[in-house]
């Protein structure tokens, strides 16, 4: 594992936060949009069966009014990163493609008869999420954490706002499980002393903050 990059408190526990080094691209889970890129060095987006972007052009200008899509632009300078807007260097970056979804596929996902502006913005923004999501990817920005004695541990949260990514609440979640289990069993604990009548001599209470 790496070096752990952040330690947070939380009732006691600490949350240390590493960057997780087995994780797998989100362009393997069930996605909305389809994203189709041409790259001479590397292979982005989702496989796909378009022989050239000339070909996937032809594509988009035959379901011009079938489709909704935003262009793909890359920066590839010591890294890589991905946005549907574009950079400002222009020697570095450049449009590698496109992430679409067909208005079939959303009235299918979404149950409704028309594709109406409301529905429109909703599906663009999701799919620039979808794509912020690859960014995070692309640049590693994928962490994980570990609990001290072995309370809990988890990886896969995409994105250095932790709040965001979900990290901290399902690691503050597994503190409280941990705590209220503690203090289960230290209530049976004393139940079966008081059974058996065992004398119950000065004891340090238990450790919960």
């Given at each position: 594992?790496?070096?752990?990059?952040?330690?947070?408190?939380?009732?006691?526990?600490?949350?240390?936060?590493?960057?997780?080094?087995?994780?797998?691209?989100?362009?393997?889970?069930?996605?909305?949009?389809?994203?189709?890129?041409f790259h001479r060095r590397y292979s982005l987006?989702?496989?796909?069966?378009?022989?050239?972007?000339?070909?996937?052009?032809?594509?988009?200008?035959?379901?011009?009014?079938?489709?909704?899509?935003?262009?793909?632009?890359?920066?590839?300078?010591?890294?890589?990163?991905?946005?549907?807007?574009?950079?400002?260097?222009?020697?570095?970056?450049?449009?590698?493609?496109?992430?679409?979804?067909?208005?079939?596929?959303?009235?299918?996902?979404?149950?409704?008869?028309?594709?109406?502006?409301?529905?429109?913005?909703?599906?663009?923004?999701?799919?620039?999420?979808?794509?912020?999501?690859?960014?995070?990817?692309?640049?590693?920005?994928?962490?994980?954490?570990?609990?001290?004695?072995?309370?809990d541990s988890c990886g896969g949260f995409y994105?250095?706002?932790?709040?965001?990514?979900?990290?901290?609440?399902?690691?503050?979640?597994?503190?409280?499980?941990?705590?209220?289990?503690?203090?289960?069993?230290?209530?049976?604990?004393?139940?079966?002393?008081?059974?058996?009548?065992?004398?119950?001599?000065?004891?340090?209470?238990?450790?919960?903050?």
């Amino acid at each position: 594992m790496n070096d752990c990059i952040e330690s947070i408190m939380y009732k006691g526990f600490s949350i240390d936060i590493y960057q997780d080094e087995c994780f797998e691209s989100p362009r393997e889970w069930e996605n909305l949009g389809t994203m189709v890129c041409f790259h001479r060095r590397y292979s982005l987006g989702d496989k796909h069966e378009f022989s050239d972007s000339d070909d996937f052009r032809e594509y988009l200008d035959e379901n011009e009014n079938k489709i909704m899509a935003l262009p793909l632009y890359l920066y590839d300078h010591g890294g890589i990163t991905m946005n549907t807007t574009g950079f400002s260097c222009p020697w570095d970056s450049g449009q590698v493609g496109v992430i679409y979804c067909t208005y079939e596929k959303i009235r299918k996902e979404y149950g409704i008869k028309y594709v109406t502006k409301k529905w429109q913005e909703k599906i663009r923004q999701y799919l620039i999420n979808e794509v912020q999501t690859y960014d995070q990817y692309l640049r590693g920005e994928v962490y994980c954490y570990n609990i001290e004695d072995t309370v809990d541990s988890c990886g896969g949260f995409y994105g250095y706002d932790h709040k965001k990514s979900g990290l901290l609440e399902y690691a503050r979640s597994a503190i409280d499980y941990e705590i209220k289990d503690r203090k289960a069993k230290h209530a049976e604990q004393l139940k079966q002393w008081i059974k058996a009548k065992v004398p119950l001599q000065y004891r340090t209470p238990l450790q919960i903050v």
